[in-house]
């Protein structure tokens, strides 16, 4: 096997942001993981499709491991694959989770909607697997060119695809903290700040591809910070069940899901990197 070269950095800034995005990838992969491990679990794997899950974002937490230490300035046609893979499970267990609340008695009501399989869940295997594509394609850019994608900047492509991702998985995060009533006031804070993000990365994908957006990036960092947290807050609640941690086997699975919040962090790292695209490579 070829040993990886390992140039400098600032030799290959596609590579780096490359990078960045692959990072990205495998923080929502991560969250993936052990989200659906655990709420699948809880729904006692009654249908073999649930281990799909799992099984895809182990290979897309690998996958994107595998791109963030790969230094080479060309797409890796096994990854590229693995990536396409990784959405199209994110697509179908959309639809899987949709379909599952629809067929309940009362169809779509908000007794379905909180109580089914969450429909947005599913959405945070398929931005990793649209990360980790974009990521390939940004890689696969000719030294001293611009990445494009479908003949875009890659890094307005990038900013839109993490717009709408911060306003998907915050939507998601307002449902069950609704379901929840908001009964402690940090239940706000996934409503509030990722959509902030989300607009801003709307502004950048737009907007002067030239301008530095600091506040954009302390945002975004804010947001990363956000999701650690949230993971924090949802330990917490599940100490404060009844029998704590001495009863964590229905606690974790029945209370708030630890391993979900780091998807802002995730879609955060991906805008983080969407805008260093646009810093190295601004359009005229």
Known sequence: MPRISRAAPETQPAVQA????????????????ADSAMEHYRGGFYNPA????????????STSLHGHNDDRQRRHRQRDRLFGL????????????LYN????????????????????????????????????????????ETPRIFGLNAGRVTSLVTSVGLFATSGEAGLLHFRGAFQNPAMFLPVTLPPVAGAL???ATFGNSRKE???TRFWLRLTALLGI???????????RAMGGWHNWRQNMVDGPPIPAPPSFTGLAMAGLAALALLRAHPED
């Open 18 to 33: 490359a990078k960045r995005l692959n990072r990205g990838s495998a923080m929502l992969a991560a969250s993936v993981l």
């Open 50 to 61: 649930m281990v799909t899950p799992i099984l895809t974002s182990i290979a897309a937490l």
């Open 86 to 97: 990784t959405a199209a499970t994110g697509i179908a267990g959309i639809g899987f989770h």
């Open 101 to 144: 609340t629809l067929k309940k008695p009362g169809g779509l009501s908000w007794q379905n909607l909180f109580y089914s399989g969450p429909i947005g869940a599913p959405a945070a295997i398929l931005l990793s697997g649209l990360f980790g594509l974009l990521a390939e394609r940004v890689r696969d850019t000719p030294p001293g």
């Open 201 to 203: 990365m709307g502004k």
């Open 213 to 215: 957006r600091r506040f």
């Open 229 to 239: 947290a949230g993971s924090g807050f949802h330990i917490y609640g599940v100490s």
